[in-house]
């Protein structure tokens, strides 16, 4: 069961908006987090509060509207049998992936669409250079390219654990031949830097990331918003791809 911690409860005023007082309760506890989103879930009293995720260990938490309790983690609807949590990440990152600028990805394209736009929307991996799943996972990138499918990669470095996956990023980026270099890095080959700096989106990806809860690497978004986490094999991806319509990604 999740856990329920006591706060102090924030003072109600009659005139207050829906939510102020949860927003208040939250400010006044964790000075300095930055609120994303409060909404009203479908439980009377309950708000879902979206933080930035910087000074606590969830960046999704369920606050009740008299400031004095909160759990963080998912919400089930046991008689649907829904995860209400799921539902509202998944169409916040249908809302992020929509707006996906195609122009700070490396866009890896069927070999009959090399020349023009892909008639298909892509498959949005974040990979970071030196993650050994993402290395295990590229081989199948590829394979899901050959059958026809749009792939497009964000270059996102974690680089707690891999401290120069963003240098790699940067030079992968600024290479006169992209994908080449990607494949260089994560067949786990030398990657020099770039003999001069360009400019390049491994910060704005980072962000982007960020607000689409991505914590690990490979992370796949499917056309249709759906995330998929770790290496799976080409085939698996494309049973899922296939029957999904997608969404419009931006240009």
């Known amino acids: ?17 829906p939510g102020q007082s ?24 309950w708000y879902l509060v979206e933080t930035d995720g910087a000074q606590l260990d969830a960046s999704i938490l369920y606050v009740h509207e008299s400031g004095r309790y909160v759990f963080s983690g998912g919400l089930f609807d046991l008689a ?39 008639a298909l929307h892509p498959i949005v991996v974040f990979d970071d250079p030196d993650c050994p799943f993402c290395r295990k996972f590229h081989p199948e990138v590829k394979k899901i390219v050959q059958a026809g499918v749009p792939v497009a990669v964000v270059l996102y470095p974690l680089v707690r654990p891999h401290p120069d996956a963003y240098r790699k990023s940067v030079a992968i ?4 031949d992209q994908a ?11 990657v020099p830097s770039p003999e001069q700096p360009c400019a ?25 918003g759906t995330l998929v986490l770790g290496h799976r094999s080409a085939e698996e991806i494309l049973a899922l791809v296939r029957p999904n319509p997608g969404l419009s990604l931006g240009q």
Not at 22 to 45: D, H, M, Y
């Open 1 to 17: 069961m999740m856990a329920v911690m006591s706060f102090v409860s924030t003072p109600v005023v009659a005139e207050e908006p």
């Open 22 to 45: 949860v927003r208040a309760t939250i400010e006044a506890k964790f000075p300095g987090v930055k609120i994303k989103n409060l909404s009203q879930t479908e439980i009377p009293g």
């Open 80 to 118: 649907s049998g829904r995860n209400l949590t799921r539902e509202y990440l998944r169409r916040k990152q249908q809302e992020v992936l929509s707006g996906l600028d195609l122009s700070k990805v490396i866009l890896l394209k069927p070999q009959a669409e090399a020349q023009r736009e892909p």
């Open 173 to 176: 980026w600024c290479a006169a």
């Open 180 to 190: 080449v270099m990607l494949d260089h890095a994560l067949a786990g080959q030398p």
């Open 200 to 224: 390049h989106p491994i910060d704005e990806n980072l962000k982007l990331g960020h607000d689409l809860h991505v914590s690990s690497t490979p992370s796949i978004f499917l056309p249709n």
